[in-house]
């Protein structure tokens, strides 16, 4: 029982990215990304701790010692505590006894709990947001009207298939903002590759050729590729590309441009609402 509450504590895997390959602590898969699994509620042995907070903490170290909880509050379902523990969204029962990970339907507001949490978006955004704008590859057009951070590769044929439509991404108003993921892992070809897209006079350029398969010059610096790769792993990143609002919401794996542009307006539009109240 803890291996396998510890293998879901790694997150799923969807068909619209590639998989990040094996390495501790992540492991490999077909294509991946945001497509949460089937929910799943599993009884595990109880946490102890006098406050749910407390339970919810204990039950986690329980089941996996290494990891790291970064955030524990009331989830939206009643009776349970929403926990974020190595990038990956978990509800607890308030007594500490049941675990719940997957897609939790609210049938009114016709939306996936575990995807429009609130909680997991803004330790997201906060990670993210650690990064200097210096440090990432950007592709913007004039007065863009969206901004997303994508966590690419250079070798996945998806993230290939993303940056061959960064121009009408950028007609349609959309920024694109890479980061660095080398899915191959630290110290593999892969890795060294990005870091001499990174270490490159021109990144754009470098990027854009390597994404089309072209030999690029072996370089070294000091670069942001390992800083990159860690924040990825840290907000649950599991294959490439990796999209993600400036909010914080993850977006895709990879989506056509008109489908990316209607995601960022539903955003917006769900958005607005509570900016217009918070202005009151």
Not at 12 to 20: D, G, H, I, K
Not at 164 to 181: C, D, P, Q, T
Request: charged share 20%.
């Amino acid at each position: 029982m803890p291996r396998l509450m510890t293998a879901a504590l790694l997150g799923a895997l969807s068909l619209t990215a590639c998989a990040q390959a094996p390495q501790p602590p992540v492991q490999d898969g077909a294509a991946a990304a945001p497509a949460a699994p089937q929910a799943a509620v599993r009884q595990i042995k109880a946490g102890v701790g006098a406050t749910p907070d407390a339970r919810a903490r204990s039950a986690i170290a329980q089941l996996n010692p290494q990891a790291k909880v970064e955030y524990v509050g009331a989830a939206p379902l009643p009776g349970f505590r929403e926990v974020i523990a190595g990038g990956q969204l978990l509800y607890i029962s308030d007594d500490g006894r049941y675990l719940m990970q997957g897609t939790v339907l609210d049938l009114d507001q016709q939306q996936d709990l575990m995807q429009t949490s609130p909680a997991l978006a803004g330790y997201r955004s906060k990670l993210i947001a650690t990064i200097p704008h210096a440090e990432r590859i950007v592709f913007a057009p004039p007065n863009a009207k969206y901004t997303v951070t994508v966590f690419t590769d250079i070798e996945c044929g998806y993230c290939r298939k993303l940056h061959g439509e960064v121009g009408e991404l950028n007609r349609l108003g959309i920024a694109v903002e890479y980061l660095a993921f080398p899915r191959m892992g630290l110290g593999s070809q892969d890795h060294k590759d990005m870091i001499s897209v990174w270490c490159a006079p021109d990144r754009k350029r470098a990027l854009t050729d390597a994404k089309a398969g072209k030999s690029i010059p072996s370089r070294d610096c000091k670069n942001p590729v390992t800083m990159e790769f860690d924040v990825g792993q840290r907000i649950g990143v599991s294959g490439t590309p990796a999209i993600y609002s400036a909010e914080g919401v993850q977006l895709g794996g990879y989506l056509p441009p008109a489908a990316l542009k209607a995601r960022l307006d539903e955003l917006a539009a769900k958005a607005a609402p509570a900016a217009a109240a918070g202005a009151l």
